[in-house]
């Protein structure tokens, strides 16, 4: 008997295969946690025209004028411009 032979007898019984798994089905398979999606918050976009104020603007659709300069990034709340594109919280 060669050396081989030997380790292969001393191991016989030592190592045996994993039992053989059942098919999962979709009852078995533990709940799956949704992967968190950030949620941006929802805005509404507002072309300003020509006469509108952030007041008037923010009047009609619920908002301070600070407010709006605030979501805007707008330093001066007295000066926008026609065809400036407003974000307004969505209501």
Request: proline share 12%; aromatic share 4%.
């Amino acid at each position: 008997m060669g050396f081989l032979d030997s380790v292969k007898n001393a191991l016989r019984g030592a190592v045996a295969a994993p039992p053989p798994q059942a098919e999962r089905t979709p009852e078995d398979a533990p709940d799956e946690v949704p992967a968190e999606v950030p949620v941006e918050p929802a805005y509404e976009t507002y072309t300003v025209r020509t006469g509108d104020t952030l007041g008037d603007i923010g009047a009609r659709h619920g908002v301070t004028r600070d407010e709006l300069a605030r979501l805007n990034g707008i330093d001066e709340p007295d000066l926008i411009f026609p065809g400036q594109e407003l974000r307004l919280p969505a209501s």
